[in-house]
């Protein structure tokens, strides 16, 4: 079983940064690739980014382009969001997940574990 502990969401102006960290505990973090999603007030769960487990390929949402970088470290257990320039359509809660097959490319509903959540909200 996989767990994952998710931090550093919290409050920011616009333009300002953040950076998000997703650690885990049991299996074997270097073999999974680990993805981001975001659900804003009203809407569904949306993919923002992901990695995969050799940390070689990454994958963006179009709007974060630029701006989010996705990062790991694996002899930490842990996935990192670096979120720059930052808008109040960013303004969610954050999520993180685990695609044991490691290419972090499966849809949404093939990620095998989520982290609990943290809430990022952004002010105008």
């Known amino acids: 079983q996989v767990q994952l502990a998710q931090s550093g969401g919290g409050v920011v102006q616009a333009g300002g940064s953040l950076r998000l960290s997703c650690a885990a505990s049991?299996?074997?973090?270097?073999?999974?690739?680990i993805g981001w999603f975001r659900r804003s007030p009203g809407k569904d769960r949306d993919f923002v980014a992901s990695?995969?487990?050799?940390?070689?390929?990454?994958y963006y949402e179009d709007s974060v382009k630029g701006r989010f970088t996705i990062s790991r470290d694996n002899a930490k257990n842990t996935v990192y969001l670096q979120m720059n320039s930052l808008k109040p359509e960013d303004t969610a809660f954050y999520y993180c997940?685990?695609?044991?097959?490691?290419?972090?490319?499966?849809?949404?509903?093939?990620?095998?574990?989520w982290g609990r959540g943290t809430q990022v909200t952004v002010s105008s």
């Open positions: 990695i995969s487990a050799d940390g070689d390929h990454t």
């Open positions: 997940a685990v695609d044991v097959t490691g290419w972090g490319i499966v849809p949404m509903d093939r990620y095998d574990y």
């Open positions: 049991g299996g074997t973090f270097s073999t999974y690739a």
